[in-house]
């Protein structure tokens, strides 16, 4: 789903969209790397869940997309300040009217297979999202048409000016450029077929993904002869494994052993800010959680700090907006103290009494489950039983999907520009509106803020978008956590970014 983390860097989620290109300009970043890079054997990495599948088009499961952030390619992707700079595309121009994009494609790129990957992969890649109604159709919601005139030349044309189009087009995988025949033989599920550093050789489920270098890579080649990924849920087993040399990286580390971690130095431990957020969502398609008084109520009845303390250990921030604090995007916004007496007068004038709340979370979001034990106590002073249901996360999607649920815990993971923290989640009918909060005036400042090309008008258009948003309770947002990641003291070349992208490329690993 996902989108740069580096160590010991601010937040920097700045207007990525046109990445310095003024309209009627010319962009030229051709960063050809040179080839090179010796084998450095395979490098173990535990993440915290399986991967639901691979079609970088269809899954939004963050364990996903740390597999393919080193399978795939996109058009442009976001540096380590999380400014989009190139990667299949090595420049661009935009019309005066900023209403036409052309980009030149980097030449001499494959596929895995060795299969040339042209403008006419770019185009079907892109019409898929969009005639398919895919999870990122709605980042193209201004794009009129995508065409290829040349191999080397893709132009989209849209209908309106979008200031992030490139973190659109760039800001994580499930924009990836696909190969047709590995859509159409339904393999890309399991045995996907990239441009990018390696390729997937196995997939065992229950068990690994073994990825073996791409040799036809069109950058610098990967020193790492590969990179397996084991699903390993527990963070004390993921710690153990690391400690005892099985894996050489993880970031499924239990938090309240980071600090020590950190001290101790026997391996590599790093922290820093990220540009996630987590919440609560309560279904609005239900009675009473339709009345904005309900929600509102549940609002004042948590404690922010303590659920924090005890999903992150002090590895994250409280906050009641989706956007974290050091973010240009950052709006000071918390109207919502901790007031039991307050929920239960809300309560009241809904006339909810003995109120009984279905809330679903996911073992292989761990943090979901000790969150969600904070709020049932939390919510038991006020009135509210809470039902914890737990579920894997293959179980936790269907059920989100069909809207069976109360109320359900989730983070948001690697947004880039502020049409990512609000559009697809609190848009009437956005993608990823499940709970079903509907209010015209968000519509209509959500659709104004994304082509909105002036940034100051811009950034008073999502405030105010973001206060309503709050105010109505949709998402009862609850904080932003840290990225922390650890390493074996043999990996070198590792970068942990704020947007969670996990980038094994430049990674050597001592024999």
Not at 399 to 410: A, P, S, T
């Amino acid at each position: 789903m996902t989108r740069s983390r580096i160590v010991a860097a601010a937040l920097a989620v700045a207007l990525t969209g046109l990445a310095g290109c003024d309209a009627g300009d010319s962009v030229d970043v051709d960063g050809d790397a040179t080839a090179g890079g010796s084998a450095g054997g395979t490098l173990t990495a535990a993440i915290g869940g399986e991967p639901d599948q691979l079609d970088p088009h269809r899954t939004s499961a963050y364990y996903s997309f740390e597999v393919l952030e080193n399978v795939y390619d996109t058009l442009v992707e976001p540096d380590a300040d999380l400014k989009m700079g190139p990667a299949l595309a090595t420049k661009w121009t935009t019309s005066s009217d900023q209403l036409t994009w052309t980009f030149t494609l980097r030449e001499g790129v494959t596929f895995s297979d060795g299969s040339p990957l042209t403008s006419e992969d770019v185009v079907y890649s892109y019409q898929r999202i969009i005639r398919e109604k895919l999870n990122a159709a709605y980042k193209f919601a201004t794009v009129k048409s995508v065409t290829g005139p040349d191999p080397a030349t893709v132009v989209v044309a849209l209908t309106a000016p979008t200031p992030n189009l490139l973190a659109n087009l760039g800001g994580f995988k499930g924009v990836a450029i696909v190969e047709k025949s590995n859509v159409e033989s339904g393999a890309i599920k399991t045995r996907p077929v990239g441009s990018g550093p390696f390729t997937v050789a196995s997939y065992t489920s229950g068990d690994t993904i073994k990825l073996t270098r791409n040799d036809a890579y069109w950058g610098q080649k990967p020193k790492l002869d590969g990179v397996t990924f084991t699903f390993v849920k527990d963070p004390t087993v993921a710690l153990q494994n690391l400690r005892g040399g099985e894996v050489q990286w993880t970031d499924n580390l239990p938090p309240q052993q980071v600090p020590a971690l950190k001290e101790a130095g026997e391996v590599a431990v790093t922290t820093t800010p990220s540009t996630d957020y987590w919440y609560l969502a309560l279904n609005e398609g239900r009675e009473p959680y339709d009345d904005v008084n309900v929600r509102r109520a549940v609002a004042f009845a948590l404690d922010r700090e303590a659920i924090t303390k005890a999903a992150k250990f002090g590895q994250a921030t409280a906050n009641q907006t989706a956007i974290p604090r050091g973010s240009s995007w950052y709006y000071d916004y918390s109207p919502y103290r901790h007031d039991p007496d307050q929920a239960r007068q809300l309560l009241g004038q809904a006339g909810v009494k003995g109120l009984t709340l279905d809330l679903m979370v996911t073992s292989e979001y761990p943090e979901t489950v000790s969150a969600a034990q904070v709020i049932a106590a939390q919510l038991k002073e006020v009135g509210i039983t809470v039902k914890i249901r737990t579920l894997d996360f293959a179980q936790w999607l269907d059920e989100q999907g069909r809207g069976n649920f109360d109320g359900f815990l989730l983070g948001w993971l690697g947004n880039i520009d502020p049409d990512e923290f609000y559009y697809a989640q609190h848009r009437t009918g956005g993608t990823f509106n499940f709970h079903k909060y509907s209010n015209p005036t968000v519509d209509t400042l959500l659709d104004q803020a994304r082509t909105q090309t002036d940034a100051g008008v811009r950034k008073q258009t999502y405030e105010r978008a973001a206060k309503q948003i709050v105010d109505d309770a949709s998402y009862i947002y609850l904080y932003n956590p840290d990225v922390v990641q650890g390493w074996s003291r043999k990996v070198t070349g590792y970068q942990v970014r704020t947007d969670r992208a996990i980038r094994f490329r430049d990674v050597a690993l001592a024999r």
